[in-house]
């Protein structure tokens, strides 16, 4: 299996514009999640997806922050307008089956840059 | 409340040396599960293991051991005869049964010198 792809793996972007990441999960995983990681606040979750519906977005940091899955094997994570606190490492993750307590599989990250 | 410490931002050590990674977790539920994983300079976090609130036995893989004790609310790592390859940063977690959401610590950074 090829595990969880996330594209762009680097993305540097000037503030104010538009940003979307790009995942894909694992087949057969029905559970998807969106992590933001910096320094400061560590790995903080942003958003869950059961079966492509969003479950839980209350990490979400504010109304700039989007995020979609359209289908089982793909999700987005859209920044818009982006700034310059938003530069992190955003990963994907993705589980069999989240209410089983299985572990996650996490996707390489995109290192995000808004200068 | 759930939470885990991870008291230990970053330990170095040195080649063959044994460390052990502290975790204690905080959490009402009595069912509970808890994660280590690892994230090597590469970036990517990768499991390690995961381990039910029912199941107090001690786990060993390889150099790789795991001590749970709900006793004291901890569930720390042992890396024996560490190698170099054991760099990388080390993040314990806890998962509350009926829940999804997996509460991470900050992390240790493991430094192994040769």
């Known amino acids: 299996d090829a595990g969880v792809i996330q594209s762009p793996r680097h993305e540097v972007t000037e503030m104010g514009q538009e940003v979307t990441l790009r995942c894909k999960p694992i087949?057969?995983?029905?559970?998807l999640f969106w992590y933001r990681q910096t320094m400061m606040r560590g790995l903080e979750l942003l958003i869950y997806?059961?079966?492509?519906?969003?479950?839980?977005d209350s990490g979400m940091p504010e109304d700039r922050f989007s995020a979609k899955m359209p289908n089982a094997s793909f999700s987005t994570l859209k920044i818009q307008p982006s700034e310059p606190r938003d530069s992190a490492v955003y990963f994907c993750?993705?589980?069999?089956?989240?209410?089983?307590?299985?572990?996650?599989?996490f996707g390489p990250g995109t290192r995000l840059t808004v200068l | 409340a759930q939470k885990v410490t991870q008291a230990q931002t970053e330990i170095s050590v040195v080649e063959k040396e044994d460390v052990t990674l502290d975790c204690v977790y905080e959490?009402?539920?009595?069912?509970?599960?808890l994660f280590w994983y690892k994230q090597p300079p590469s970036g990517e976090l990768v499991f390690l293991i995961r381990?039910?609130?029912?199941?107090?036995q001690n786990e060993i893989s390889g150099r790789y051991s795991w001590n749970f004790q709900k006793s004291t609310s901890s569930f720390n790592f042992t890396i024996t005869a560490s190698q170099v390859v054991d760099s990388a940063v080390y993040f314990c977690?806890?998962?509350?049964?009926?829940?999804?959401?997996?509460?991470f610590g900050a992390g240790t950074r493991l430094f192994v010198k040769a």
């Open positions: 993750a993705s589980t069999l089956q989240a209410s089983s307590y299985n572990e996650q599989f």
């Open positions: 087949s057969g995983h029905n559970s």
């Open positions: 997806f059961n079966n492509n519906v969003p479950i839980d």
């Open positions: 959490t009402r539920d009595t069912t509970y599960y």
């Open positions: 381990r039910n609130s029912f199941d107090e």
């Open positions: 977690a806890l998962l509350n049964t009926g829940g999804f959401k997996t509460i």
